[in-house]
């Protein structure tokens, strides 16, 4: 029979069916306070019966056996908590409220990200509310372990991941495993619990925990709260390892960012560079090729006029293509020294007051000779009311019509071609046109027909030495003289080209500003 109660007893506490310590504590509280009313009732009853048990009859015993009964028994409730304070102060000295860690865990998952201060605060909360010695966890990544924590070998010894994968992954307790290849491996790292931790969507690592300071074993209580946090560890380590990927991925990128900026921000100091020496170079050759092709210009003028004596018809159209020559190449020496200066921010607009009467029959009987050479019919319309003079910039005004007329011939069709010019007044603006039958504009290309050398495909096709600078000059012009550009095309059957300028001419702060600029030129001019 002894030997019997023994093999229970051992079963009972070996697979933890109930326990133990909890009858123990119990037991104890009831014999202590029965003993205790059983000592105060026997010291009370003999006590006053040996007294007054002469002087009492019968009755009178019974009743005070009657009182002490109710004392005693009023008294039993009071002396039985009593006991259980003592005894659960002694027997549970390691006692935790496991609703209390887990919602404490709870707050800490719930404010924290970064993984090693999720693993960090996690594991210090267990350890200490359940008096741990240590505590570890493991997280896997893609490639290698992350080691998070407290390491179990004082020496630095690491449990390997080739070992890890020999726990299994599920809830493992040394102390209930036989012997075995597990419980050395958990013995050697001093490991009491092996606890996986993972989602429904993939495993992440485990969570070890070293032996009770007090050397008891975990009760079902400390199972049942450590497979709770672990679920909840489970999910806040997945959303740490995502944070940290989050992270990382941010600041490769921003180092890419910062790298690739740092190249853009060289490669356009350098193109800034190479374009002020191209500005530069073009402000110098057209400056320098100004004077000989003034040369040019005066001595064919002198032959055209007779200056040297009479011409045969051969040798008259030989000096007129030389000066249609000479006159193509000024247009396009000034429109390369006023796109250089925009680019340096040293155009500006010298205004005086014009008159666009004589100024556009001026422009259109220039280019009379050369519409005549590409069989093209130029007419200039005046306008029915003489348009009074316009504080404008004349030198400027006469390249914007000089380019518009001129784009005209050279992009008209090979047969009829026309190219109307007019001018007229328009409430108070000046209204100026000039409208064509060619090639016309594709419409893909009208969104960028005013930007600095841009071409359309068929314009390349019909002019292969245009420089894409001559509309590009007109709209800067036209703008910085308070108009507005006229634009209207159709590929194939012709286009309109124009500007309306407001009677007031120029605005006053931008002929303000013209002038300031125009001053600083001087000045850079009269240094050099």
Known sequence: MFIFSI???????????????????????????????????????FQLTGRFVDNLNSGTRDLLYVVLTV???????????????????????????????ANEVGRILASEIDLDKVSNRVLKEITSKIKIEKGEIIVFGEKQLFYENNVFKEDGEQISSRELKKLGRLLVVADDL??????????????????????????????????????????????????????????????????????????????????????????????KELDQAKDEFISMASHQLRTPLTTVKGYASMLEEGDFGKLSKEQKDTVELTLDGANRMARLIDDLLNVSRMDANRFFLEVNEVDLNTLVEQEVQQLQSMAAGKQVKLTYIPPHTKIPTIRLDETKTRQVIMNLVDNAIHYSRPEGAEVQVGMMLSDSHVVFTVVDNGIGVPAAAQGKLFTKMFRAGNAKTARPDGTGLGLYLVKRVVQDEGGELLFESTEGKGSTFGFRIPLSGIPKSVEEASKKVGAKVAAQHAHE
Request: glycine share 4%; charged share 25%; hydrophobic share 45%.
């Open 7 to 45: 093999i229970v007893g051992y079963a009972i506490v070996r697979h933890k069916l109930f326990d133990i310590r909890l009858v123990v504590v119990r037991s104890i509280t009831y014999l202590l306070s029965i003993g205790v009313i059983a000592f105060i009732y026997s010291l009370l009853a």
């Open 71 to 101: 004392i005693l028994a009023f008294t039993f409730a009071p002396l039985k908590r009593f006991f259980e304070k003592v005894t659960t102060r002694v027997f549970y000295r390691d006692h935790y409220d496991a609703q209390d860690l």
């Open 178 to 271: 036989q012997s075995g290849e597990r419980k050395e491996l958990m013995k050697k790292y001093g490991v009491s619990i092996s606890l996986a931790l993972r989602t429904s969507e993939k495993f992440i690592g485990y969570m070890l925990l070293g032996e009770k300071k007090s050397g008891d074993i975990y009760n079902d209580e400390d199972l049942k709260v450590l497979r709770i946090i672990a679920q909840e560890v489970s999910v806040a380590i997945a959303n740490a390892l995502s944070f940290k990927e989050i992270q990382l991925f941010s600041e490769t990128l921003a180092e890419r960012v910062r790298q690739r900026t740092a190249q853009l921000k060289t490669a356009n100091d350098q193109l």
